[in-house]
């Protein structure tokens, strides 16, 4: 008999004897309270993009809606073997959501990545773009054999290039020779985490605007585990505007969308501005969902495409996960601001909470 089969027995027969007894006299009420915490996915890091490390719960200083809110635990999630935290981080990080009540089992996984190349054949974006990926070996350099790595495409539609897979050489062959010029293979879910399990690609060929694909694409990273790292390679999105004679874009309801689907799926959005110009009206949206999703945005134009290739692989290589005390507001959208005290470097934290 297993012990987990004699303790049960033994329960129920410690119950039965105790049973009269118990009848006779008023029972306690046993109150369970099972105390919220929010989870906060946060990187610390200097100007070449590398990670900031041992930091404690101290060091960080949260505010919700403008009120500081209390750390209770702060846990580096990364490739740092020397970090022994590293195996209760991810034990506490198997986590889909943005906010946790009750217990964590433990995970055995390592990050989930996501390339998402927008194509055009406009010269200053493809001249860029290809540029860049020339290169894309460089942004799998921090990637552990633990990691996993999707590759999907948007141009006139989404197309799922590469499932979760830890097979690299695969990846950057898409990346560098096939993604541009090539046709996506016919995939099917294989194993798990999968992305294919949530998002086909029947429903990609009906998704006709980069907003909406990043939107698919939170709903799909939404169920699984983790904070996910999404590195977006384009020229951007928006809508064109006159204002005074001047023209920009204007971000709508469809980014909304995607930025909440993309924070409730704990990912991260890195931006590389392919575009050959010091500015163009389009990077806005770039910009945006990096800021807002606790990423980071950098234009390639005008420098070395390895240095920016670097920059955010070094940034995707780990991340701290704290755990804060919920806030007693409404439910609502609220602002998040992550500061560090006495450390030179960029703190990167998505911006905002929402209260259920």
Same mark, same amino acid.
């Given at each position: 008999?297993?012990?987990?089969?004699?303790? /049960?027995?033994?329960?129920?027969?410690?119950?039965?004897?105790?049973?009269?007894?118990?009848?006779?006299?008023?029972?306690?009420?046993?109150?369970?309270?099972?105390?919220?915490?929010?989870?906060?996915?946060?990187?610390?890091?200097?100007?070449?993009?590398?990670?900031?490390?041992?930091?404690?719960?101290?060091? #960080?200083?949260?505010?919700?809606?403008?009120?500081?809110?209390?750390?209770?635990?702060?846990?580096?999630?990364?490739?740092?073997?020397?970090?022994?935290?590293?195996?209760?981080?991810?034990?506490?990080?198997?986590?889909?959501? /943005?906010?946790?009540?009750?217990?964590?089992?433990?995970?055995?996984?390592?990050?989930?990545?996501?390339?998402?190349?927008?194509?055009?054949?406009?010269?200053?974006?493809?001249?860029?773009?290809?540029?860049?990926?020339?290169?894309?070996?460089?942004?799998?350099?921090?990637?552990?054999?633990?990691?996993?790595?999707?590759?999907?495409?948007?141009?006139?539609?989404?197309?799922?290039?590469?499932? #979760?897979?830890?097979?690299?050489?695969?990846?950057?062959?898409?990346?560098?020779?096939?993604?541009?010029? *090539?046709?996506?293979?016919?995939?099917?879910?294989? *194993?798990?985490?999968?992305?294919?399990?949530?998002?086909?690609?029947?429903?990609?060929?009906?998704?006709?605007?980069?907003?909406?694909?990043?939107?698919?694409?939170?709903?799909?990273?939404?169920?699984?585990?983790?904070?996910?790292?999404?590195?977006?390679?384009?020229?951007?999105?928006?809508?064109?505007?006159?204002?005074?004679?001047?023209?920009?874009?204007?971000?709508?309801?469809?980014?909304?969308?995607?930025?909440?689907?993309?924070?409730?799926?704990?990912?991260?959005? #890195?931006?590389?501005?392919? /575009?050959?110009?010091?500015?163009?009206?389009?990077?806005?949206?770039?910009?945006?969902?990096?800021?807002?999703?606790? *990423?980071?945005?950098?234009?390639?134009?005008?420098?070395?495409?390895?240095?920016?290739?670097?920059?955010?692989?070094?940034?995707?290589?780990?991340?701290?996960?704290? #755990?804060?005390?919920?806030?007693?507001?409404?439910?609502?959208?609220?602002?998040?601001?992550?500061?560090?005290?006495?450390?030179?470097?960029?703190?990167?934290?998505?911006?905002?909470?929402?209260?259920?």
């Amino acid at each position: 008999m297993s012990a987990c089969r004699r303790r /049960t027995v033994l329960l129920a027969a410690l119950w039965f004897l105790a049973g009269g007894e118990s009848a006779a006299q008023p029972q306690p009420i046993v109150e369970r309270v099972d105390v919220a915490r929010v989870i906060i996915d946060v990187r610390v890091v200097d100007d070449d993009g590398r990670p900031i490390r041992g930091l404690e719960p101290d060091d #960080f200083e949260v505010r919700i809606d403008d009120e500081p809110v209390r750390v209770e635990s702060a846990f580096w999630v990364g490739d740092d073997p020397g970090n022994d935290a590293s195996d209760g981080a991810l034990a506490r990080d198997n986590l889909r959501s /943005t906010e946790i009540a009750g217990f964590l089992e433990p995970a055995d996984r390592g990050q989930l990545i996501v390339f998402v190349v927008q194509k055009s054949l406009v010269h200053s974006r493809a001249l860029g773009l290809l540029r860049l990926l020339m290169f894309s070996e460089r942004l799998l350099a921090g990637i552990t054999p633990a990691d996993r790595v999707a590759v999907v495409s948007f141009d006139s539609h989404l197309k799922i290039w590469v499932d #979760f897979t830890d097979d690299l050489d695969r990846v950057e062959t898409v990346l560098s020779e096939e993604i541009m010029f *090539g046709r996506p293979p016919v995939l099917e879910p294989e *194993g798990e985490p999968s992305l294919l399990a949530t998002l086909s690609q029947e429903e990609g060929r009906r998704t006709w605007e980069i907003q909406e694909a990043l939107r698919e694409l939170g709903e799909a990273l939404e169920p699984l585990p983790g904070a996910k790292s999404v590195v977006l390679i384009g020229y951007g999105f928006g809508d064109l505007r006159v204002v005074l004679g001047m023209v920009g874009s204007r971000l709508d309801d469809r980014y909304d969308e995607a930025r909440a689907a993309l924070e409730a799926a704990r990912a991260s959005v #890195f931006t590389l501005d392919v /575009t050959q110009a010091d500015y163009h009206t389009f990077e806005h949206g770039l910009q945006m969902v990096a800021q807002d999703t606790g *990423g980071f945005f950098v234009r390639t134009y005008q420098r070395p495409p390895r240095r920016a290739l670097e920059r955010v692989a070094n940034a995707i290589a780990g991340r701290y996960v704290l #755990f804060t005390e919920r806030p007693d507001i409404e439910p609502g959208e609220y602002p998040i601001e992550v500061d560090v005290a006495d450390v030179d470097g960029t703190v990167l934290a998505r911006s905002t909470y929402v209260a259920r």
